[in-house]
């Protein structure tokens, strides 16, 4: 269950945005290529941070870098609350596999138009069988996995923004514990009124020593593309990422949305109705595996508040599936757009 409270041409002096580009991008960049040359095609730990977070982004194929517009912008591209602002407050609630569960959310805060803020959150449990060496059940222990902190973003041009985020992370297997650091940068650009550019260097951070064995987070450059085609009320979204990680090969994520309103479908109240599906490649566990299909309700509470309904399927092939149900609130002040 997840509870999740879109100008003007860019200026035509290119100066701006050269320097922000060298200044701020070029040492994201540079960061990376050294994290990435250091690991190697080594294996990281932090497994539970490669986990699709929020029911929208699931259904889109996690191909969220480029549209980042609602408070799981948090997790694929912190720069999202300053190119999209608006206050967003969410909850995840999915059961995955057998024994496992996970919870994540977070809120985000515009501030001046130009700036925004957020806090985001995920915590993995699950239990597992404690054996003895001949195989016998010994009872259960439990793995969890916490991770927090907030972000902030910045629009310093028309249809360009920044954005950073830092996060605790803490993590236990039975008795034993460990916790690291973890950063994200993201940049969004809107080239035009209705395409969408962006890209994220996410968990960029310390190692940590669990029991005898040192692990590194799963530093992740992505790339994303969309596209929104309006008519009338309604609207299509056509979005693509491209992402990549030390221990395996790149992977690219699509994803489509159909906005439709009621009143265009025959009914009298006010509200939308939305079509989601996806694909993500990298699985090869059978032939639906990385699939997603997502339908979403929204409705206008009042003039400043909006409630959505969501839910979302995802296929994992011969592992299995997971669902996803969401409601969500979203507060918009009268002049605000949504």
């Known amino acids: 269950m997840e509870l999740f409270l879109p100008h003007q041409g860019l200026c035509c002096n290119s100066k701006p945005i050269l320097y922000i580009l060298s200044v701020q991008i070029l040492p ?13 095609s080594s294996v990281t730990g932090f497994t539970f941070m490669k986990i699709g977070v929020g029911a929208r982004p699931t259904a889109l194929g996690q191909a969220f870098t480029a549209v980042a517009d609602d ?14 602002p608006k206050f967003d407050a969410g909850l995840t609630l999915c059961q995955m596999l057998q024994g496992v569960s996970y919870a994540s959310g977070g809120i985000t805060v515009p501030f001046f138009k130009q700036l925004g803020f ?6 993995l449990n699950a239990t597992d069988t404690r054996r003895s060496e001949l195989g016998e059940e010994l009872g259960s222990f439990v793995l969890s996995d916490l991770i927090a902190g907030p972000a902030v973003a910045w629009q310093p041009l028309k249809r360009f923004a ?15 514990a460990s916790w690291a650091v973890s950063f994200d940068g993201g940049v969004l650009y809107r080239p035009v009124r209705y395409i ?3 890209a994220s260097l996410l968990h960029i951070g310390t190692p ?6 040192w692990e590194y987070q799963p530093v992740s450059l992505r790339f994303g593309a969309s596209f929104k085609l309006p008519f009338d009320k309604n609207y299509i979204l056509f ?16 994803g489509v949305e159909g906005k439709l309103d009621m009143r265009a479908l025959g009914s009298t109240q006010t509200g939308a109705l939305y079509l989601r599906a996806g694909y993500q490649s990298g699985g090869h566990l059978g032939t639906w595996s990385g699939f997603s299909f ?37 507060w918009v002040p009268k002049s605000g757009k949504s």
Request: proline share 4%; net charge negative.
């Open 71 to 84: 408070v799981y912008a948090l997790f694929y591209n912190p720069a999202g609350p300053a190119l999209e």
């Open 118 to 123: 957020g806090l985001g959150f995920g915590y």
């Open 239 to 254: 979005t693509s990422d491209v992402s990549t990680y030390p221990d395996y090969g790149p992977t690219a994520g699509v």
């Open 208 to 213: 940590r020593r669990f029991i005898q064995v």
């Open 196 to 198: 969408t550019l962006g």
């Open 294 to 330: 997502g339908v979403g309700y929204e409705t206008v509470l009042s003039s400043y508040f909006t409630i959505l309904v969501d839910a979302v399927y995802l296929s994992y092939g011969i592992l299995g599936d997971a669902q996803r149900v969401s409601i969500g609130l979203r």
């Open 28 to 40: 994201l960049f540079l960061i990376v290529i050294a994290e990435f040359n250091f690991l190697g």
């Open 162 to 176: 920044l954005g950073v985020g830092t996060k605790f992370v803490y993590s236990r297997l039975d008795s034993f």
